[in-house]
T-cell receptor, first 116, second 109 residues
Framework: GAVVSQHPSWVICKSGTSVKIECRSLDFQATTMFWYRQFPKQSLMLMATSNEGSKATYEQGVEKDKFLINHASLTLSTLTVTSAHPEDSSFYIC????????????FGPGTRLTVT | GQNIDQPTEMTATEGAIVQINCTYQTSGFNGLFWYQQHAGEAPTFLSYNVLDGLEEKGRFSSFLSRSKGYSYLLLKELQMKDSASYLCAAMDSNYQLIWGAGTKLIIKP
């Protein structure tokens, strides 16, 4: 149980275009979803936290107009990188959490974005 | 501020035991997580400690001392597949995870 999927697993796009990444909880309802970015040999950096049906809370330094997050249902959240630039190339990972006592986050497999 | 410290890299021999330490400073505390991350993959959950003491799960054990702001992950009978990064993360009073930079564990035959 507690499987999270991400799509696509990798994507290459041209500078200036937009890319949408989907994150789905397959067998549970995710009241909260998290979006992380990870550069090579660095730790996870939390970008934003989203609760179903409400606006995402962005971490300091993350542009909300550039990284659009939608959490429309209890099983789906999307991250859209708008007007992508080469410096946005990174490994984007989502995680999902249910309400409850453990607060464990279940991670998706990640999406590798390369902007050329 | 909030901070997690763990060694950058460790090396161990196949079949041996290794202990990866983690110290944390957070605004409030709601538990300590350990995750394993292989290169190019997402993290996978290993353990969660919220009370002091040792939690054993097969070859992996995790220890927590809340008074010392300290945890360790103990890996026994090391296998080559255990070569990975091990991430320590503390949950603060807002139930947000504060992540360490990860410890890259290299296993040698």
């Amino acid at each position: 149980g507690a499987v999270v999927s991400q799509h696509p697993s990798w994507v290459i796009c041209k500078s200036g275009t937009s890319v949408k990444i989907e994150c789905r909880s397959l067998d549970f309802q995710a009241t909260t979803m998290f979006w992380y970015r990870q550069f090579p040999k660095q730790s996870l950096m939390l970008m934003a936290t989203s609760n179903e049906g409400s606006k995402a809370t962005y971490e300091q330094g993350v542009e909300k107009d550039k990284f659009l997050i939608n959490h429309a249902s209890l099983t789906l959240s999307t991250l859209t990188v708008t007007s992508a630039h080469p410096e946005d190339s990174s490994f984007y990972i989502c995680s999902a959490r249910t309400s409850g006592d453990s607060y464990e986050q279940y991670f998706g497999p990640g999406t590798r974005l390369t902007v050329t | 501020g909030q901070n997690i410290d763990q060694p950058t890299e460790m090396t161990a021999t196949e079949g041996a035991i290794v202990q990866i330490n983690c110290t944390y400073q957070t605004s409030g505390f709601n538990g300590l997580f350990w995750y394993q991350q292989h290169a190019g993959e997402a993290p996978t959950f290993l353990s969660y400690n919220v009370l002091d003491g040792l939690e054993e799960k097969g070859r992996f054990s995790s220890f927590l001392s809340r008074s010392k702001g300290y945890s360790y992950l103990l890996l026994k009978e090391l296998q080559m597949k255990d070569s990975a990064s091990y991430l320590c993360a503390a949950m603060d009073s807002n139930y947000q995870l504060i992540w360490g930079a990860g410890t890259k564990l290299i296993i040698k035959p």
